[in-house]
C-alpha cells in the first residue's frame, strides 16, 4: 500500500492550496483518512478527517471554516482545501489511512498507513 501526498508549495498569507491523497492497492473510500501536519520543533497535529461511508468530516480548531477535506472515489483520492492560508499553516502534511478504520474519532489512535508528506510553506 503506498499514499502520496501532492499539491504542497509556497504560498503567501491569505492564499490557497488544495492536496491531494493517492492511494495505490488500497481503496480509500472504504475506509477514514486524516490529514495531519507537523512543523518544525513541534509535535504532529491532527488536522482534519473523513469517514466512510457517509464522508462525515472532523476539523481542528485551528482550520475550521478555512478547510476542507473531501474525496473523489473515482480517482481513489482525498484532497485538503486549504484557503485564507496563515504562516502558522506552514508544515509538512501526511495523510494517513488503516485497513481497521472507517469513521473518523477525536480520540488519537495509530494509523498503519502514511504518505511521505508534502510541504505547505505560508509566507510573504
Known amino acids: 500500500v503506498q499514499l502520496v501526498e501532492s499539491g504542497g508549495g509556497l504560498v503567501q498569507p491569505g492564499g490557497s492550496l488544495r492536496l491531494s491523497c493517492v492511494a495505490s492497492?488500497?481503496?480509500?473510500?472504504?475506509?477514514?483518512v486524516e490529514w495531519f501536519r507537523q512543523a518544525p520543533g513541534k509535535e504532529r497535529e491532527r488536522v482534519s478527517c473523513i469517514s466512510s461511508p457517509d464522508d462525515r468530516t472532523l476539523y481542528a480548531d485551528s482550520v475550521k471554516g478555512r478547510f476542507t477535506i473531501s474525496r473523489d472515489n473515482a480517482k481513489n483520492t482525498v484532497y485538503l482545501q486549504m484557503n485564507s492560508l496563515k504562516p502558522e499553516d506552514t508544515a509538512v502534511y501526511f495523510c494517513a489511512t488503516d485497513p481497521a478504520f472507517r469513521l473518523c474519532v477525536t480520540t488519537q489512535r495509530t494509523y498503519d498507513y502514511w504518505g511521505q508528506g508534502t510541504q505547505v510553506t505560508v509566507s510573504s
Open positions: 492497492e488500497f481503496t480509500l473510500d472504504y475506509h477514514a
